[in-house]
């Protein structure tokens, strides 16, 4: 068991580039969820996948992001027109089934920088 | 919507102590799941502890161990015979059981510091 992982684990760009970040899940984990934390705060959740579907997405996420999972494993974000508010860690987190007795296996964290 | 609070936001033990974490939360749920989740510096978010809202026994992990109580609302976190690797960023979260995607609602983190 390798643990979540996500690529890459910093970035920096220019205001209004776009970005895309990867997560690759615990394997057979059918839940995939990603989480944004600001400076101080806690994570706060984006979105979420069971296996290829997305069921679930946070007002945070705005028509500048988008999340996929193609095929029910690893899955990306992409932000369109960086903002510098999008500056944040971007966390993947999954889990193994849909009972609410699973954990939360939580990845490393994008850390995005916008200048 | 559901909300937790952690209102410390900071904390020092000596090495070998006994440290309470505080967290209340708000919801109108009668089923959830509480947690405790430990950040390191530059590491990833792993979970200390959790605790079903029906069970009324408290949840215990080695040295680590919770308060529930579901009447006030109360989640707290005591860490007993505290080592220096505790040094982290503890998170209060909160997952409600029906109806939802089961993500997790974080309170805003307490920096606990371990000292020689």
């Known amino acids: 068991d390798t643990g979540v992982s996500q690529d890459p684990r910093h970035k920096i760009t220019k205001r209004g580039q776009n970005v895309t970040f990867r997560c690759d899940p615990i394997s057979e984990h059918n839940r995939l969820y990603w989480y944004r934390q600001t400076l101080g705060q806690g994570p706060e959740f984006l979105t979420y996948?069971?296996?290829?579907?997305?069921?679930?997405k946070s007002r945070l996420l705005s028509d500048r992001f988008s999340a996929e999972r193609p095929k029910g494993s690893f899955s990306t974000l992409e932000i369109q027109r960086t903002e510098q508010g999008d500056s944040a860690m971007y966390l993947c987190a999954s889990s193994p089934t849909g009972s609410l007795t699973d954990t939360q296996y939580f990845g490393p964290g994008t850390r995005l920088t916008v200048l | 919507a559901q909300t937790v609070t952690q209102s410390q936001p900071e904390m020092s033990v000596q090495e070998a102590e006994t440290v309470t974490l505080s967290c209340t939360y708000d919801t109108s749920e009668n089923n959830y799941y509480l947690f405790w989740y430990k950040q390191p510096p530059s590491r990833q978010m792993i979970l200390v502890i959790r605790q079903e809202a029906y069970k009324q026994q408290n949840a215990t992990e080695n040295r680590f161990s919770v308060n529930f109580q579901k009447a006030a609302k109360s989640f707290s976190l005591k860490i007993s015979d505290s080592q220096l690797g505790d040094t982290a960023m503890y998170f209060c979260?909160?997952?409600?059981?029906?109806?939802?995607?089961?993500?997790?609602?974080f309170g805003k983190g307490m920096k606990l510091t371990v000292n020689p």
């Open positions: 996948f069971q296996n290829e579907a997305q069921l679930e």
């Open positions: 979260a909160f997952m409600k059981t029906q109806g939802g995607s089961e993500k997790l609602v």
